[in-house]
């Protein structure tokens, strides 16, 4: 293949290409990012523990099945310490959100140490830092003489006698725990040791001697470790790194299927996820597991502006899904008008200034100015349903004429509904693929021309959902109950091709495409909802496995280019070389991104229209194609410096090299 770059009838690249979608599935919010280190806090629920997972100490599997659990308060996650008795209680609601409180009992002839300890989601790591402990505490009236000095809280291995950190919140001699009011206390533990594994435990220890014979209750039992720019409630420190080391540009959150509930009480109901932890109620999200609502709508606003994220807000539109699996549930036409009121609410808190009512409730939440805000997606998936043809337009213009600076995204367009809508001139439509690879090889040139050729002039595209799903069949039909041998559980070489050659589809045309976004992205190694994921984790920070899609991605986004090159094929076609020319602004810098999706190598000359200096490269690449990056082998497929690039003379003009084959290559040249 030989092509011709010149310097002249330039496009500017997309600005927010690469992005994160995220939604609570596999555990990825509660349990993920979401930085709290304890499970089931405040006995709303969680999920089971069934086995271990291979190769992770203290971990436990759940199910690979999308688990419905009954929603209810459980003892899950925590144990006794000492001759205890645990149960839980409705007498002593901590708010109308929180009823359901943990009952301490402690014998009148316990010795020693008693108390309570949480086992965290399926382990806790334990490094050196801060952590910040805090629980809310009520007693029944002492039955006996004691009174309290002090209350221990530890980090400590459940494996053996190990204590990591511990501190004290002492109490002046004669004092006790309110018997009339709950009581929040809170501390720091200083921890300066690296715990082996994950398997420890947090503890709130009593000495007997003081406390033998009464009872104690607890709720809202918190422990963060340090996260992501150090905001309290914040978000889990590496995760919230790796999604801004690919190069995130734009977030898209709530969800997904967990925007939109699995009935209509039990939608992401945004106003219920802000506010002190104490009065947010938490829900059974839409995968089958406890949402506590911690991380919510600010915590997320407030990482998109701590990461320099672009946030999508995802409104709920109308319809929710339907735990059996039959259509789905909508509004009515004559009561879209209390949807659309949610929303303009909704974004009121987030953009409004503080004289708004709204605007001066964030405010008094912490966050005085607006968060910026200039994309919105108007529900999720609507071509499922048959009721966006009249909700898409009531919720567009009403938002639109409240806010006509926000760009506004629809979930459906006519291509994959069953029905004609028409998305107007500026707005978005946010598409979703979970193909074959030969799907996305066949794309690449999809969206070349799209508005003239579907009359969507002015509309534009957030390829919000992408991944290559399973591996070529013989009918093309994707198999959504991810058959052995088919199915692809974790990002492949393969997987990274099909979808890399997509993305340079995209990327040669930023006029038409302007967001996209994996999905899903974050999978909690125990909690497996859907695969494969873009980053797969487990409590222990120094698991978590960045995919050969994240690379792909995180390769293209790091190298996007301020502009996109006019590239002649002097010779050859597309297939099995892929290609896309970018430069940096002000011409010093050429990316060449090239993928070769065949299993030989292929001869590649670049010529320049003016002379380059140097040549650098980085490739993704594995002799097999089905290699992914797991727990044992977290780097099979990992980006690496191209070691073969030939000599550069002064005064270059073309280049040649042999792309190796099934490999996704970035070659940067310095102009001049
Ligand atoms: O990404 C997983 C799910 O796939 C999302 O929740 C939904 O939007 C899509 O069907």
């Known amino acids: 293949v030989s092509v011709f770059l010149n310097a002249g009838g330039r496009n500017q690249t997309a600005p927010l290409l690469y992005g994160w979608m995220h939604e609570d599935i596999s555990h990825s919010g509660d349990g993920g990012i979401y930085g709290e280190a304890l499970v089931n806090r405040a006995f709303q629920g969680s999920g089971a523990t069934i086995g271990a997972l291979p190769g992770v100490p203290g971990s436990s599997v759940v199910s690979s099945e999308n688990p419905i659990l009954p929603w209810g308060p459980v003892i899950t996650g925590w144990q006794g310490i000492g001759s205890v008795d645990l149960s839980l209680t409705l007498l002593h609601p901590l708010s109308d959100a929180l009823r359901v409180a943990l009952q301490v009992d402690i014998p009148f002839n316990a010795t020693g140490e008693v108390g309570i300890l949480n086992e965290g989601w399926w382990g806790m790591d334990v490094r050196p830092g801060t952590y910040n402990a805090s629980f809310y505490i009520l007693s029944d009236k002492p039955r ?18 190990d204590i990591w950190a511990t501190t004290s919140i002492p109490f002046s001699n004669g004092t006790n725990i309110s018997s009339f009011e709950w009581t929040q206390y809170s501390a720091q533990l200083e921890n300066t040791v690296r715990a082996p594994n994950s398997n420890n435990t947090f503890a709130i220890t009593f000495d007997a001697s003081e406390v033998a014979g009464n009872t104690y209750y607890f709720d809202l039992v918190s422990l963060f470790p340090e996260t992501f720019h150090d905001r309290p409630n914040g978000i889990r420190r590496d995760l919230g790194q790796a999604i801004v080391d690919l190069g995130t540009k734009v977030l898209r959150f709530p969800g997904g299927n967990n925007l939109e509930g699995y009935s209509i009480e039990q939608r992401w109901k945004w106003n219920e996820t802000i506010g002190p932890l104490r009065y947010r109620r938490g829900r059974v999200g839409d995968w089958g597991y406890t949402n506590t609502n911690g991380l919510g709508l600010m915590e997320y606003l407030q990482f998109c502006e701590d990461g320099g994220i672009e946030p999508v807000l995802a409104v709920y539109a109308g319809y929710s899904l339907d735990i059996w699996g039959q259509d789905g549930v909508s509004f009515p036409e004559d009561r879209m008008g209390d949807v ?15 004289s708004t009512p709204y605007g001066a409730l964030r405010a008094s939440y912490g966050h005085p100015e607006p968060f910026s805000l200039n994309y919105v997606e108007i529900g999720n998936e609507d071509w499922f349903s048959s009721t966006y043809p009249y909700r898409f337009p009531i919720l567009y213009n009403g938002i639109k004429q409240a806010y006509p600076n926000i760009t506004l ?17 500026g707005g978005m439509w946010d598409t979703h693929h979970y193909e074959e690879p030969s799907f996305f090889l066949e794309s690449f040139d999809y969206w070349d021309n799209w508005q003239e050729a579907t009359n969507n002039e002015g509309v534009t595209i957030f390829v919000g959902e992408y991944s290559v799903f399973q591996i070529d069949t013989p009918d093309g039909v994707v198999n959504f109950s991810m058959p052995l041998g088919e199915h692809i559980f974790f990002p492949t070489l393969m997987a990274a091709i099909g979808e890399g050659v997509y993305l340079l589809g995209a990327e040669r045309n930023p006029n038409v495409v302007k967001m996209s976004s994996y999905a899903p992205s974050l999978l909690n190694l125990n909690w497996q909802n859907w695969t494969p994921d873009l980053v797969a984790f487990t409590a222990d920070y120094d698991q978590t496995v960045l995919s050969a899609s994240y690379y792909m991605e995180q390769m293209f986004a790091l190298h996007r280019g301020a502009e996109t090159l006019p590239v002649t094929t002097v010779q050859g076609t597309f297939d099995p070389l892929w290609w896309v020319a970018t430069a940096e602004q002000g011409d010093g810098v050429v990316y060449f991104k090239v993928i070769n999706s065949g299993n030989s190598s292929v001869p590649l000359t670049v010529d320049f229209d003016r002379t380059f200096s140097a040549v650098n490269g980085t490739i993704l690449t594995h002799p097999d194609l089905g290699a992914f990056n797991y ?39 310095e102009m001049g």
């Not at 003489?145 to 809280?153: A, C, F, R, T």
């Not at 995204?409 to 001139?425: L, Q, R």
């Open 340 to 354: 659309l009121q949610d929303i303009l609410n909704e974004l009121e808190f987030v953009t409004g200034d503080i």
């Open 144 to 161: 006996n003489n004691g009174s309290l000095s002090h209350i221990d809280l530890s980090l400590r291995s459940n494996l053996t006698s």
């Open 631 to 669: 727990l044992d082998n977290a780097t099979a497929v990992s980006p690496a410096p191209i070691t073969n690039l030939p000599a550069i003379a002064a005064g270059q003009t073309a280049f040649t090299w042999a792309v190796p084959a099934w490999s996704i290559n970035v070659l940067e040249f």
């Open 409 to 425: 995204i629809s979930t459906a367009y006519n291509e994959n509904a069953n029905y004609n809508i028409s998305i107007p001139a």
